[in-house]
């Protein structure tokens, strides 16, 4: 046995279903808007994708080397003042590759300020390396207005022409404030070199802020140091050069910036050679002097070893002199205020390798603190704990540079002391030869320091033409075969989307600003008032239509209409009905009528009286005299015999026409001769019809309700309005009506109601038998017809 729950599941399922296929058959029957709309958006796209211009991935690969390592003795130190954590390097070497500096080194090593168009063809195509000439913006003043697009072509090899002007190739060129130099490109086509060709001029710092957001740049992972540069451009060779540029401008700045130091110690070093070079020839005169004007050839063996000595002891001396000048500007450059922007002074003969180590990490330091600064500001938590390695670093250096500095003294005090006893023994000399040692030993003094400068000189060149970057590119910038943007298949599905979407849009909007009934959910959701039966539309000419298309759709809708009756008034006996409406026009009287006529087929006799004493329809349509009728009985004038009237075209059919206009219809039907007709009539017929006029409009239908047993109110489909709704609820819960129930006419399944309506009931099309001939349009279907 099906519980209730049970049941209410199933009664829900099928609400949801019959919900769902009423929605979608609310769409489906547009179905040709939507392939009208999808053709017209898959054409839209088309264009779109032609007209696009098509976008390239381009990416190269850069390994950033890792410069963690060991430096020997100094390591423990190196490790306490935490010199070498680099948790930061890859998102500053990331802020370096796209630094405003290497951009713009790379703008101008490829002349991307200047941009070439082709303008054959339906849109203008970027042209990049394949033009007839070279044009590099010289300089550009305030004035320049860089929207301003140039057309040239070439006249010949020497000419050129640009707007329409003549100039000659290989000089200056000055146009509104921007002048350029235009120079034939080796590497242009030898076909079409003639045709025009526009060029424009960027802002450079425009182009770089554009290029900074193109360019992207991204680790690999989070433990890796590899970075993957990518860039989108239209022009593959572009983006390729560019990105490949790039890398060259990031490692030659890293180069550079490695070098300053070793730069500097070559420039002393160069500087000292000069100065040694012209001393040296002095003392080598001075010898050859000395020798020649005291005819000396040559010294004893004792004045050579001795000799040798005091060299020996003079080289070391010279060497330490030069280590301890060098602490000297170590020490200076320690307490110098701005040394943050200077160069670290040359480390010429220091053979320390902490103290090494430190000035070259702090050397390091500050370079890295100076690229940083090129993109983030001084506050930058990054920045100032470089400061604090910066400040640790120093203090260390001036600890080692102390304590260095002390043993260099030691050591110079040992030479000093040898020296002075070397000068005791020279004394002992004889004259001619002490002279020659004197001449001699300043001459070797110079030598031996002049040959030390010019081997440190070719170490220091050698140390600087064997830097590399502390990074390596493992693959050149490539580009994609095909085009990264648009996704042709992307955009194609977007815009049959659109297609698909913008009808569905138009007929959701439509049906929330529909104010008129257009479903049979607009009457439920507002009134708890039965729904007794829906009608097709019609457009058969024919008042009677149940009588003339028996077998139509309509017909066998209204015989529905009569079985339902029975669930209305069942009970035997004179049955009364009131017919009307919120306003004219909504088919109350085909309604009235057609269902009289039906039920008179049922073998009971009915009669319809035309209430609507203002627009009366029914016998116009019925082509029945009405000289007179209801008024006439109303004012007295005649008997209800009298005013009855057969209907010709069905039997046991009658009519009560109106009769001539009255000035006073409300007044008429309260004058109590209403109730005498209706009374009379129960005695000669089974159903009694009234068609009232729509109590939107006046109050005869009010007046007659307490006179009938059942009421159909009728509602048309896309006619009637929803608010008009309201006010049959609101006389349902008042209860101004007896048996209130509504009757949905005038259906119309291609103007979206219901779902593959057909009709509702399960007749399948082509079940009727309708006449297929052309008819004329119906007496009803201006106003009142189904």
């Known amino acids: 046995m099906t519980t209730n729950n049970e049941t209410n599941n199933l009664e829900f399922q099928d609400e949801n279903e019959l919900n769902i296929r009423e929605i979608l058959h609310k769409y489906l029957i547009h179905w040709k808007w939507f392939i009208l709309s999808v053709i017209i958006a898959t054409a839209l796209g088309y264009v779109y994708v032609k007209l696009t211009t098509p976008l390239y991935k381009i990416e190269t690969d850069l390994l950033i080397k890792d410069n963690k390592g060991n430096l020997g003795g100094q390591d423990d130190l190196l490790k ?40 054959k063809g339906v849109r203008k195509h970027e ?14 003043d305030d004035s320049v207005d860089y929207s301003l697009v140039y057309t040239f072509s070439l006249i010949n090899s020497k000419e050129i022409n640009i707007n329409g002007k003549k100039y000659p190739l290989g000089q200056p060129i000055n146009i509104g404030g921007a002048e350029f130099l235009v120079t034939p490109s080796p590497s242009a086509p030898k076909s079409g070199l003639n045709d025009p060709i526009e060029f424009k001029f960027n802002d450079k710092e425009l182009l770089i802020e554009s290029l900074s957001g193109k360019i992207k740049v991204d680790p690999v992972s989070k433990q890796g140091t590899v970075l993957i540069i990518t860039l989108e451009d239209a022009l593959p060779s572009r983006g390729e050069d560019i990105l490949n540029r790039l890398v060259y401008e990031y490692n030659k700045a890293a180069i550079d910036d490695k070098n300053q130091v ?10 000292r050679l000069e100065k040694l070079q012209e001393e040296l020839g002095t003392a080598e005169r001075k010898v050859e002097n000395y020798k020649s004007g005291n005819q000396i050839t ?45 160069q670290v002074p040359s480390m010429l003969g220091i053979e320390d390798p902490t103290l090494l180590g430190l000035v070259n990490q702090l050397a390091e330091t500050q370079l890295k603190r100076q690229s940083l600064l090129q993109t983030i ?91 590399t970057a502390d990074s390596r590119t493992i693959d050149v910038a490539r580009s994609g075969k095909f085009p990264f943007k648009p996704v042709k298949q992307m955009i194609m599905f977007v815009f049959v989307l659109i297609g698909l979407i913008t009808p569905a849009a138009i007929i959701y909007l439509l049906d929330m600003l529909n104010f008129r009934v257009s479903k049979r959910s607009d009457i439920e959701r507002v009134t708890k008032v039965p729904i007794l039966a829906e009608i097709s539309h019609s457009e058969d000419a024919s008042a009677l239509l149940v009588a003339t298309k028996p077998r139509s759709m309509v017909a066998e809708q209204l015989r529905a209409l009569r079985t339902n009756l029975n669930f209305v008034i069942p009970q035997e006996g004179h049955r009364v009905m009131l017919f009307t409406s919120s306003i004219s026009g909504e088919g109350k009287s085909f309604i009235s009528l057609n269902l009289g006529a039906s039920l008179a087929m049922s073998g009971k006799k009915v009669v319809i009286l035309e209430l609507d004493l203002r627009k009366p329809k029914l016998h116009a349509g019925l082509e029945i005299d009405n000289t007179k009728g209801l008024s006439n009985y109303l004012i007295g004038e005649v008997g209800y015999k009298d005013i009855i009237k057969k209907i010709a075209q069905q039997e046991n059919y009658y009519i009560i026409t109106c009769g001539p206009i009255p000035p006073n219809p409300a007044e008429l039907l309260v004058n109590g001769k209403i109730k005498t007709l209706l009374d009379q009539l129960k005695q000669d017929f089974d159903y009694i019809l009234l068609d009232a006029p729509p109590v939107g409009l006046v109050t005869d239908a009010q007046i007659l309700a307490e006179y009938v047993d059942a009421t159909l109110f009728i509602v048309r489909h896309n006619y009637t309005a929803k608010n008009h709704i309201t006010s049959i609820q609101n006389f ?24 593959g309506y057909g009709y509702g009931y399960g007749y399948g099309g082509g079940y ?10 119906s007496f009803f279907a201006k106003k009142s017809k189904s």
């Open 80 to 119: 306490d003042l935490d010199l070498f954590t680099s948790d930061k390097i890859i998102d500053n070497e990331i802020q370096i590759l796209q630094s405003h500096t290497l951009l713009q080194r790379t703008i101008d090593a490829l002349n991307l300020q200047t941009t070439y168009y082709n303008t």
């Open 127 to 140: 042209l990049y390396n394949r033009v007839p000439c070279k044009i590099e913006l010289l300089k550009a």
């Open 262 to 271: 070793t730069s500097s110690t070559l420039v002393f070093i160069k500087g």
């Open 298 to 342: 040559d010294i004893s063996s004792q004045s050579q070893i001795f000799l040798q000595s005091v060299q020996g002891n003079d080289a070391e001396l010279s060497k330490i002199n030069i280590q301890l000048g060098v602490l000297k500007n170590i020490e200076d450059y320690l307490y110098s205020a701005r040394n943050e922007q200077s």
């Open 377 to 467: 500001p001084e506050t930058n938590p990054i920045v100032i704990s470089i400061d604090d390695q910066i400040k640790s670093l120093k203090l260390a250096i001036s600890q080692s540079t102390k304590n260095l500095k002390s043993g260099l003294q030691v050591i110079k005090s040992q030479l000093d002391s040898k020296n002075s006893a070397f000068q005791s023994v020279i004394s002992q000399v004889p004259s001619k030869e002490r002279g020659l040692i004197d001449v001699m030993r300043q001459q070797e003094i110079k030598n031996t320091l002049f040959t030390y400068l010019l081997q440190k000189r070719e170490e220091t060149e050698i140390s600087l033409a064997s830097t």
């Open 732 to 755: 349902y819960s008042n209860k101004k009506f007896k048996n209130l129930n509504i009757v949905l006419n005038s259906i119309d399944a291609n103007g979206g109601y219901g779902y």
């Open 768 to 777: 009727y038998q309708d006449d297929e001939t052309p008819k004329k349009k």
